[in-house]
């Protein structure tokens, strides 16, 4: 491989990666892209191998089989060129309490060439620390050390920040200004942004996109707002005055259904909707309301993974 960069419209590939630990495989030729301006999320049920693929991205694990390239470049054999454009946080940061928050971003700094004190203010200001940046690390909150963690994260320009469980410890508030800066950072920097959290309401809230990985396996990759529907239908609950008589029309026409506090839910399409209203009012049985039953990212995911408890 030369050291040219080649073309792609993906800041991450990750390109069947396997991890094997002696006898025992703990990734199977996993593969996912991630384009730039995204927040992607990494979910998966105890022991997946969440955990373990970052840290084959960051350069921490060798990879058994298969690649990852950072813009281009492989982690394998083009390791500084690929990390380079690779900012991370793999479990908590790490800086030094007695000195304030700004001193440890210059402390950092020293570490890249051409990092000044115009860059260190713009990342202070990307995370909204300006009012609190000159006090010392060992005042802050958990909140406000992952917040200059990012902050650290961001002084060199990457390409992609990696982030394995950055709401542990969080509270609510701490966890939502972390959301809202993830949101700014793909929306003013066009950085692509990887993220693992056991917390699903949250990763719905905060993602575009979600990989689900079980056993060291790939389950599904899918957009957030295609979670619940199916190729163009959705869950859409009527509300009847005979759910009884309703599920015998249904089940006379060998449609799969499912009932819940006197509605009956429905895989359809919108004209397909339309069509069950107008047969349901035709059969005499009153329609009161319909809308949509869109099952929850976590509802998804436990059904995916068999309910295992998630990590």
Request: aromatic share 6%; net charge neutral.
């Amino acid at each position: 491989m030369t050291d040219t960069q080649p073309a792609s419209t993906a800041i991450v590939q990750v390109d069947r990666i396997s991890k094997r630990i002696g006898s025992k495989t703990i990734i199977k030729q996993l593969s996912f892209d991630v384009p730039q301006g995204e927040v992607f999320g990494f979910l998966g049920p105890n022991g997946a191998g969440k955990t373990t693929t970052i840290r084959m991205m960051v350069g921490l694990m060798s990879i058994s089989e298969g690649d990852i390239r950072i813009q281009g470049y492989s982690i394998r054999s083009q390791f500084e060129k690929a990390i380079r454009h690779v900012g991370a946080i793999v479990e908590n940061p790490e800086m030094y309490k007695f000195l304030s928050g700004y001193r440890n971003l210059v402390h950092y700094a020293r570490m890249f060439p051409a990092i000044g004190k115009e860059r260190i203010d713009e990342v202070v200001a990307l995370v909204g620390m300006g009012n609190r940046i000159h006090d010392k690390v060992k005042t802050y909150s958990l909140g406000m050390r992952q917040r200059l963690g990012i902050a650290q994260a961001l002084l060199h320009k990457p390409s992609v920040l990696i982030l394995d469980e950055p709401t542990n410890g969080l509270d609510p508030a701490g966890i939502r200004e972390l959301r809202d800066h993830l949101r700014k950072l793909t929306r003013e920097e066009g950085i692509s942004v990887i993220v693992s959290s056991h917390l699903l309401a949250e990763m719905e809230l905060m993602c575009d996109r979600v990989a689900i990985i079980q056993s060291g396996q790939l389950v599904d990759v899918r957009q957030i707002n295609e979670f619940g529907r199916g190729e163009g239908k959705e869950s859409v609950a009527f509300e009847l005055s005979s759910p009884e008589r309703a599920e015998a029309l249904v089940r006379a026409e060998g449609l799969a259904y499912q009932t819940a506090d006197e509605r009956l839910i429905l895989e359809l399409t919108k004209d397909e909707t339309a069509e069950w209203n107008k047969r349901f009012v035709t059969a005499g049985i009153a329609v009161y309301g319909i809308r949509a039953a869109t099952k929850s990212l976590e509802d998804q995911f436990l059904e995916m993974t068999g309910r295992d408890p998630i990590a």
